[in-house]
């Protein structure tokens, strides 16, 4: 059985940091993409970074470049999102996800979904 487990959510200010991280279980993650969806309160569900297995391709969506950083540890299945300069805004239920293709224009065609990790940026 598949398994996403996120961690590392919490209450920050405004401008400050967070790192987030997803460990997967259950199947190998040899040359799955993976990456991070977010969810706001009365918002969908959107892409916020992706990764490929080989690290070689990266999507961030517009309103993180330059802000966030996904990396990951292929040893480990594990998945890291590097959250800098938070905004209220960014304030959401972060999801991560593997599967599908990452170009650099989004995130596509995921098969599984962690259970969430919820950020909340005050200002």
């Known amino acids: 059985q598949v398994q996403l487990v996120e961690s590392g959510g919490g209450l920050v200010q405004a401008g400050g940091s967070l790192r987030l991280s997803c460990a997967g279980s259950g199947r190998t993650f040899l040359y799955v993409a993976m990456g991070w969806f977010r969810q706001a309160p009365g918002k969908e569900r959107e892409p916020v970074a992706a990764?490929?297995?080989?690290?070689?391709?990266?999507y961030y969506a517009d309103s993180v470049k330059g802000r966030f950083t996904i990396s990951r540890d292929n040893a480990k299945n594990t998945v890291h999102l590097q959250m800098n300069s938070l905004k209220p805004d960014d304030t959401a239920v972060y999801y991560c996800?593997?599967?599908?293709?990452?170009?650099?224009?989004?995130?596509?065609?995921?098969?599984?979904w962690g259970k969430g990790t919820l950020v909340t940026v005050s200002s």
């Open positions: 996800a593997t599967g599908g293709v990452v170009t650099d224009s989004g995130y596509y065609g995921m098969d599984f």
């Open positions: 990764i490929t297995w080989s690290g070689h391709t990266t």
